[in-house]
């Protein structure tokens, strides 16, 4: 792990001190899940933002649709 300080405002500090004493856990650990949360999160619209820029380009482009008429068959029957 790397050590990182940041600087948070007076609320935000408060908010996350009673989180972690509710769930008896460090601050450094539930900042830490926040982050993994987010970061998670990020990823997921980054995904979602590729897939709908390429969405018209394999509805369209021919060579993409090739094989659209064997949706949905059983290649294990």
């Given at each position: 792990?790397?050590?990182?300080?940041?600087?948070?405002?007076?609320?935000?500090?408060?908010?996350?001190?009673?989180?972690?004493?509710?769930?008896?856990?460090?601050v450094?650990?539930?900042?830490?899940?926040?982050?993994?949360?987010?970061?998670?999160?990020?990823?997921?619209?980054?995904?979602?933002?590729?897939?709908?820029a390429?969405?018209?380009?394999?509805?369209?482009?021919?060579?993409?649709?090739?094989?659209?008429?064997?949706?949905?068959?059983?290649?294990?029957?």
């Amino acid at each position: 792990m790397y050590r990182t300080q940041i600087l948070l405002e007076p609320e935000q500090h408060k908010t996350l001190t009673e989180i972690a004493h509710q769930e008896k856990r460090s601050v450094s650990d539930v900042v830490r899940e926040m982050v993994d949360k987010q970061i998670a999160e990020r990823k997921r619209m980054a995904l979602t933002a590729a897939a709908q820029a390429l969405l018209a380009d394999y509805q369209t482009d021919p060579e993409l649709t090739a094989f659209q008429t064997l949706d949905g068959d059983d290649f294990h029957a």
